[in-house]
Every structure is written in structure tokens, then in C-alpha cells.
């Protein structure tokens, strides 16, 4: 069994970081928004899901690889 230790830590990005933050953040919100309303809400495979919008996701919304397999 592996241990999961979980550090907590408080930001403090530059003004330029937090520009990009926020960026990515509404990024990843419509990217949520956009799946939401692609993806037959009866289907709850997420490989399945992610066959669906993946690709999609990645290019119109410029998410990284592993934001976009979390939006799915």
C-alpha cells in the first residue's frame, strides 16, 4: 500500500504568474463547460469520454496533457 503525504502551501505568484493562473483556470473551466455539454450524460467510462473530447480539448482550449485527461 502506498502512503500519500499531502503538503499544503500557500501561492505567491507574480503578477505575471497569477495572469497565467487565472488563464488556465478559465481555460480549464470551459473546457469542463464544453464536455459537459458534448458527452452523452449517460456514458461514464472516462476512457470513453476522453476518446470523445480529448483532442478537442487540447486544441481549442491549448490545456496541458494532464488538464485535459482531468477535464475528461
Keep these: 500500500?502506498?502512503?500519500v503525504l499531502t503538503i499544503v502551501c500557500k501561492l505567491n505568484p507574480t503578477p505575471e504568474q497569477a495572469q497565467k493562473l487565472d488563464k488556465t483556470l478559465v481555460a480549464f473551466g470551459s473546457a469542463c463547460?464544453?464536455?459537459?455539454?458534448v458527452v452523452n450524460p449517460k456514458i461514464k467510462n472516462k476512457n470513453?469520454?476522453?476518446a470523445e473530447v480529448y483532442k478537442t480539448i487540447r486544441e481549442e482550449f491549448n490545456l496541458t496533457a494532464n488538464l485535459a485527461v482531468r477535464v475528461c
Aim: aromatic residues 10%; hydrophobic residues 25%; glycine residues 0%.
Design 48 to 50: 470513453r469520454i476522453q
Design 1 to 3: 500500500m502506498n502512503q
Design 33 to 37: 463547460n464544453y464536455a459537459n455539454e
